[in-house]
């Protein structure tokens, strides 16, 4: 029996244990009901479809440049998942509500805890990217970055993440196939945190690096569309 969805990266619902307690209140039949739902033949097939089928009817997008197709996914938190050059790429909408409320989370734990806290805004593959037709699609980084900046308190050491990337823009910093940063990306985060302390970073050549094969990232989660899936990181 699968347990959890590689398609949705969920954990599906488990078989529900009997009891006259759970059928009285109604909890076991509806439990019964999302395990049903969970586990009915070639699911994830049908999952797969629907995402397509749903990205079609509601605004899937299909701009030109030249020879370069962009495919745009909508999704409910951004401006879409786009799929261009061997590559996919978060549009974020950046909702500025919760971010305001991240920060005042950070700055109530920074008062709270009697211990130094640090802050980094990491900026989306689409920033770093050189695909500058994508960034008017998106919410500027600098700006976000700069916002957040601003409202944290005085007692935060507030690291530049766009900073420390950017200069780095032609190399590996992001997945083609994942919305996460690479271990190289992650390395020049801590080097610019390091130097916010006042500190020596390890050089790159003192840390080792682990592969643990081809995959396809998150993106084919999200999408469940075959290009993406071709699309493999290591």
Not at 116 to 140: D, G, K, Q, R, Y
Not at 164 to 186: C, I, R, V
Not at 198 to 224: D, L, Q, V
Request: charged share 20%; aromatic share 14%; with cysteine.
């Amino acid at each position: 029996e699968i347990v959890v969805s590689k398609i949705e990266n969920r954990t599906l619902a488990k078989m529900p244990q009997f009891s006259w307690n759970t059928l009285k209140s109604g909890e076991y039949f509806s439990d019964f009901d999302a395990y049903i739902s969970d586990h009915f033949f070639e699911r994830d097939w049908f999952v797969s479809l629907n995402r397509r089928v749903n990205a079609i009817l509601k605004y899937n997008l299909l701009i030109r440049n030249g020879e370069t197709e962009v495919l745009v996914y909508p999704t409910d938190t951004s401006n879409g998942i786009v799929i261009k050059n061997g590559g996919v790429f978060f549009l974020v909408k950046q909702n500025f509500d919760i971010v305001n409320q991240f920060v005042e989370t950070v700055n109530c734990y920074s008062e709270r805890l009697d211990i130094p806290v640090s802050f980094v805004v990491v900026p989306t593959a689409c920033e770093i990217s050189n695909e500058t037709m994508l960034h008017e699609f998106h919410t500027p980084q600098r700006e976000v970055s700069e916002y957040v900046d601003k409202r944290l308190s005085g007692k935060i050491n507030y690291v530049n993440g766009l900073s420390a990337l950017l200069p780095h823009s032609q190399e590996q910093l992001y997945y083609n196939s994942d919305h996460h940063w690479t271990s190289l990306g992650a390395y020049y985060a801590y080097t610019e945190f390091m130097k916010s302390q006042g500190r020596a970073a390890a050089g790159i050549a003192e840390i080792s690096f682990e592969s643990r094969g081809m995959f396809s990232g998150s993106f084919y989660n999200f999408t469940g569309d075959d290009r993406v899936r071709q699309i493999k990181d290591e």
